[in-house]
């Protein structure tokens, strides 16, 4: 997840399972209900208008960025996936090591120029 409005601050998890009624319950503890939510078509996000006051999407099979809506998620997610992907050894992406890595690249992309003590802010 990215917050676009304020300072951008990105928010990475593993998810255990991609079922609807987990990515579900995950997102609404997420994100606040008034929240505008941008999306590609992925079918995990449909229902989403339900669940948030605005839902737009962008169906990446036709266009970069939606042509009326202006919406894209290539910058802020899938950007950053694929930078996590980079940094991330094929052999770090398990279960019991992911959780680490996560916590490393937010803390490098949310508190670029603050100082060290923000890390205490990530603290289980």
């Not at 991609?18 to 994100?31: A, D, L, N, P, V």
């Not at 008034?34 to 962008?58: A, M, P, Q």
């Amino acid at each position: 997840m990215v917050e676009k409005d304020g300072p951008k601050r990105t928010k990475l998890v593993r998810v255990d399972d991609r079922t609807k009624t987990t990515f579900e319950t995950y997102i609404t503890e997420s994100i606040h209900r008034e929240s505008k939510i941008e999306t590609d078509c992925w079918k995990g996000y449909t229902g989403f208008k339900n669940l948030f006051n605005e839902h737009s999407t962008v169906n990446h099979s036709k266009f970069f960025k939606a042509p009326i809506t202006h919406v894209h998620t290539n910058t802020a997610i899938e950007g950053n996936w694929f930078a996590v992907k980079k940094q991330t050894p094929q052999r770090g992406r398990t279960a019991k090591t992911i959780d680490l890595y996560l916590v490393c690249f937010m803390l490098i992309l949310n508190n670029t120029g603050h100082h060290l003590r923000r890390l205490f802010k990530y603290s289980y």
